[in-house]
């Protein structure tokens, strides 16, 4: 079993669209959560960054983290054709050692 | 400032051959770890380095190296190359609240 599961997509949704991204993790040390969005042939860039449980907002993106059920999710509001990227999850247990990736999420926002 | 920048942007080698790679930190960070990600996954934890000394390493064989020297930049070598260590090879430092920054990747092609 992988340290972090997330599914690959694709996912397809017209513009305007919720958008709800998940991973699941199964190390109950991950004090840190993150969201990178990764443009093709670029480095990851991040987005929202979460410590231990909670939800944080930052315009139209929301970071949920539930500690209890290792489950974290982005949900992205009023999508746009430029949020077409692949979303990466990551966590780490701390002091920005050993981060862990999920697989990516490839994302296509339809104008 | 600037980011992180990594060199060179595309290189090319033959199986067997020797290769290394560049990464300069954004000023005043004295961390980097290195990542390397296959086209459709997430990246992978290769190794860290903070204030010159190994903190950190993967899953991966003794072919792959890294030093950082006293300004803090870095360099990955991989020797006897092989196919499947074609990828997009990431550095990433270290900024306040523990999260990393990453540069726009080296991507190798291994024939």
């Known amino acids: 079993q992988k340290e972090v599961e997330q599914d690959p997509g694709p996912l397809s949704v017209p513009e305007g669209a919720i958008v709800s991204l998940n991973c699941t993790y199964s190390?109950?040390?991950?004090?840190?959560f993150m969201w990178y969005r990764q443009y093709s042939r670029k480095g990851p860039e991040l987005l929202m960054y979460t410590y231990s449980s909670g939800n944080k907002e930052d315009g139209r993106f929301t970071a949920q983290v539930d500690k209890s059920s290792k489950y974290i999710s982005l949900f992205i509001r009023d999508s746009q054709p430029s949020d077409s990227a692949t979303y990466l999850c990551a966590m780490s247990a701390g002091g920005g050692f050993k981060t862990i990736f999920g697989a990516g999420t490839r994302l296509f926002v339809k104008a | 400032d600037a980011g992180v920048t990594q060199s060179p942007t595309h290189l090319i080698k033959t199986r067997g051959q020797q290769v290394t790679l560049r990464c300069s930190p954004i000023?005043?960070?004295?961390?980097v770890s290195w990542y390397q990600q296959v086209l459709g996954q997430g990246p992978q934890f290769i190794f860290q380095?903070?204030?010159?000394?190994?903190?950190g390493r993967g899953n991966f064989p003794d072919r792959f190296s890294a030093r950082q020297f006293p300004n803090y930049s870095s360099e990955l070598n991989v020797n006897a190359l092989l196919l499947g260590d074609s990828a997009l090879y990431l550095c990433a430092t270290l900024g306040a609240k523990n999260i990393q920054y990453f540069g726009a990747g080296t991507r190798l092609s291994v024939l």
């Open positions: 000023s005043g960070h004295k961390s």
């Open positions: 380095y903070y204030e010159k000394e190994e903190r």
């Open positions: 190390n109950s040390a991950f004090q840190y």
